[in-house]
């Protein structure tokens, strides 16, 4: 199998021996087919399987170009559950320890609203969470996306079937329009081809077949 290091990737350097220190030295195949484009702030979408590396490919993404003085949300993943968002909250924690202060907050349905809110008043830099929750916070003011940068879409396949198209929809138009959206999918069915056309711009797909 061909590799290629993270190295060859035009990374500040605390960032890659922040990956260096995590053990990732060499980039998964979806790492290495989607990074270029979307340090390239292409749209995307990406279809890979479980396991793959996806949540680091969006992560450097969000981290390359975020701006740690800046206190307002400049990224958003919408997840299909809680365990996943917690799980993609980490991995963002950990991929950020190059930079001192970088804000992820999770918000999630099942949770209550009060600490939430207040959380949101205090400011993050990135919002990980479900898109019923986010919908909620959007609907009630107590969600700020004016000054996004990046929105993922992950596990779009399982959002799209767990009824929460109309949900992401309404959140993208809370969107700025001049944003890098990058959509994660295991499966690209009818769909997620409606969802990319309506979310997305000019979209690259890149695809990484199961390797067994
Ligand atoms: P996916 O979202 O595609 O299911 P994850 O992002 O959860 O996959 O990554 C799966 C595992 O691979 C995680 O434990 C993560 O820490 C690890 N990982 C990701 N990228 C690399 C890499 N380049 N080198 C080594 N391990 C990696
Ligand atoms: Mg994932």
Redesign the pocket.
């Known amino acids: 199998m061909n590799t290629t290091p ?1 190295s060859s990737l035009p990374l500040p350097p605390a960032l890659l021996s922040n990956l260096d220190n ?7 195949d ?2 290495a087919q989607s990074l270029p484009l979307i340090l390239e702030q292409r749209d995307l979408i990406a279809q ?9 490919a969006f992560g450097i993404g969000i981290l390359h170009k975020l701006n740690p003085a800046y206190f307002a949300i400049q990224a958003l993943v919408l997840c299909p559950t809680r365990e996943l968002a917690d ?1 993609v909250s980490n ?1 963002l924690r950990r991929l950020a320890r190059f930079a001192e202060n970088i804000k992820v907050l999770t918000l999630c349905g099942g949770a209550a609203m009060r600490p939430q809110i207040s959380s949101l008043e205090h400011g993050a830099h990135i919002v990980v969470g479900t898109p019923g929750r986010i919908r909620d916070h959007l609907g009630r003011g107590t969600i700020d996306l004016s000054k996004l940068q990046t929105l993922v879409l ?1 596990e779009a396949d399982r959002m799209v079937d767990m009824g929460f198209y109309e949900e992401i929809s309404g959140i993208v138009s809370a969107c700025p329009a001049r944003r890098q959206t990058l959509l ?1 999918s295991a499966t690209y069915p009818d769909d997620i081809r409606k969802a990319s056309a309506s979310f997305l711009r000019e979209p690259y797909e890149v695809k990484v077949e199961a390797q067994h």
Do not use: C, V
């Not at 995590?22 to 998964?28: A, K, N, V």
């Open positions: 993270f995590l053990g990732y030295r060499e980039m998964t979806i790492q890979a399987k479980t396991g793959s590396g996806k949540t680091a799980q991995e992950d994660f």
